[in-house]
């Protein structure tokens, strides 16, 4: 997927971002990861729901939903084809893999959690791609592999949260 800016583009329009005041990475970054915590909230309410019967669940699930909307609408702007949902589904399958090599990390499995973060960390700047413009929506059929780590390697650089 071929980044909607060049480079140079790029620096300019972070650079502008930073100058206008309006945009602060690192807590969009934050936000982001709230997110990610939200929907794994109302995946855990609804299967607790389900486990113990209990309705009261459900509620506490549509309380978290809201909120999790609520978030997810600061960040994503514009609702070209299915962007709303693809964005909420690269956010929780990112925070899934990172639990799942979490645990395997933790059962001495480290080149496979090491593999399994490396997918959730592509599906997190997938996330970034199309929250900060750079993916060109029109070219999502070319795979990733036709420009390996172009764009990954370019939003890395900008999520840098210790580069304040």
Same mark, same amino acid.
């Given at each position: 997927?071929?980044?909607?800016?060049?480079?140079?583009?790029?620096?300019?329009?972070?650079?502008?971002?930073?100058?206008?005041?309006?945009?602060?990475?690192?807590?969009?970054?934050?936000?982001?990861?709230?997110?990610?915590?939200?929907?794994?909230?109302?995946?855990?309410?609804?299967?607790?729901?389900?486990?113990?019967?209990?309705?009261?669940?459900?509620?506490?699930?549509?309380?978290?939903?809201? !909120?999790? /909307?609520? =978030? #997810? %609408?600061?960040?994503?702007?514009?609702? $070209?084809?299915? *962007?709303?949902? !693809?964005? /909420?589904? =690269? #956010? %929780?399958?990112?925070?899934?893999?990172? $639990?799942?090599? *979490?645990?395997?990390?933790?059962?001495?499995?480290?080149?496979?959690?090491?593999?399994?973060?490396?997918?959730?960390?592509?599906?997190?700047?997938?996330?970034?791609?199309?929250?900060?413009?750079?993916?060109?929506?029109?070219?999502?059929?070319?795979?990733?592999?036709?420009?390996?780590?172009?764009?990954?390697?370019?939003?890395?650089?900008?999520?840098?949260?210790?580069?304040?």
């Amino acid at each position: 997927m071929k980044p909607v800016l060049t480079q140079e583009q790029l620096i300019k329009k972070i650079n502008e971002l930073k100058a206008s005041g309006n945009f602060d990475l690192s807590m969009e970054e934050d936000l982001s990861i709230a997110i990610m915590n939200l929907v794994s909230l109302e995946e855990h309410f609804f299967f607790t729901a389900e486990k113990t019967k209990k309705d009261e669940y459900f509620d506490l699930l549509s309380q978290a939903r809201e !909120i999790r /909307k609520e =978030l #997810l %609408a600061k960040m994503i702007d514009r609702h $070209e084809g299915e *962007t709303w949902c !693809i964005t /909420k589904h =690269l #956010l %929780a399958a990112s925070m899934r893999l990172m $639990e799942v090599g *979490t645990k395997l990390q933790s059962t001495g499995k480290a080149e496979e959690a090491k593999d399994t973060f490396n997918k959730a960390y592509k599906l997190y700047t997938l996330f970034w791609g199309l929250r900060l413009k750079l993916i060109n929506t029109t070219d999502l059929k070319k795979t990733a592999e036709e420009e390996p780590k172009t764009q990954e390697d370019l939003i890395g650089k900008l999520l840098d949260c210790c580069k304040e």
